[in-house]
């Protein structure tokens, strides 16, 4: 049987950079051992599922080691499939996932991930990943994430994470954000996953629904950009709206195929 596939990078306008996802629009659901197969052989940070039936498009995202309750960058990517490859002409673009109803708004070239909220909270370093970490944070923040708060956006740039003691930690689907004030940006971050296949996520759409509630208290700002300043980084267009976030994006695709499950 063939399948469609699409390599995209999301959160940029520019080939090799953002986070790349790859993205397969299914006829019916394969079983689940499948579709992490397919993500594992795929190697990108995200691989997203969708089905469309009875007018809804359901949609689930995989790593190469678990499928995740919600991913921003695979959204993004898929919304951009649908619009400029399959000919999906609505201008809001709802899925059912494993976190409710999400959609995308497609403004002037940008993507728009309507997210739900997550304010993190003030939490203690657990021991080994403070062990972990060259540079210890100004405030320990938790939600799904550990939100780490740093003074300055060289803190984030030159952190360095000792896997050993990282991967000791266990996050469920969570992992760990660092993040400071920007320059030319309103903040920055970068996002790394214990015991992952990819220590570092390139973009993550996801880390910003906690992101961009914290920064809007602290800015007393409602509409932000930020930039994860990973080796390909990504910017992103952040609006705070009570128990939503926007977090806005471009994207390019890098490659169109096809894969054989004999």
């Known amino acids: 049987m063939d399948f469609s596939l699409f390599h995209v990078d999301a959160f940029t306008d520019t080939l090799f950079k953002g986070n790349p996802a790859c993205v397969v629009?299914?006829?019916?659901?394969l079983e689940d051992a499948v579709l992490l197969s397919i993500a594992k052989e795929n190697a990108a940070p995200e691989t997203a599922f969708f089905v469309k039936n009875k007018g809804q498009i359901h949609l689930r995202w995989f790593t190469p080691d678990l499928e995740?309750?919600?991913c921003g960058h695979a959204t993004l990517a898929t919304a951009h499939v649908l619009k400029r490859h399959l000919g999906y002409d609505e201008e809001v673009i709802s899925f059912n996932t494993l976190s409710g109803i999400v959609s995308v708004s497609v403004i002037d070239e940008l993507y728009y991930l309507d997210f739900p909220s997550r304010m993190p909270e003030k939490t203690q370093l657990p021991i080994n990943l403070e062990k972990a970490l060259s540079l210890k944070p100004k405030f320990v923040l938790k939600s799904r994430d550990y939100v780490l708060v740093y003074d300055h956006w060289d803190d984030i740039k030159n952190i360095q994470i000792e896997r050993n003691y990282f991967d000791e930690?266990?996050?469920?689907t969570g992992g760990v954000i660092v993040?400071?004030?920007g320059e030319n940006v309103d903040f920055v971050s970068r996002f790394f996953t214990p015991r992952a296949t990819l220590l570092e996520d390139p973009v993550t759409g996801s880390a910003h629904c906690s992101l961009i509630p914290y920064w809007a208290s602290v800015l007393s700002k409602q509409k932000m950009t930020a930039h994860q300043i990973s080796d390909r980084g990504g910017r992103l267009y952040c609006e705070n709206r009570i128990d939503r976030v926007w977090i806005g994006g471009k994207a390019c695709t890098f490659l169109k195929g096809k894969f054989q499950i004999k």
């Open 25 to 29: 629009p299914l006829e019916n659901w």
């Open 68 to 70: 995740m309750d919600l």
């Open 169 to 172: 930690l266990d996050l469920g």
């Open 179 to 181: 993040t400071a004030p």
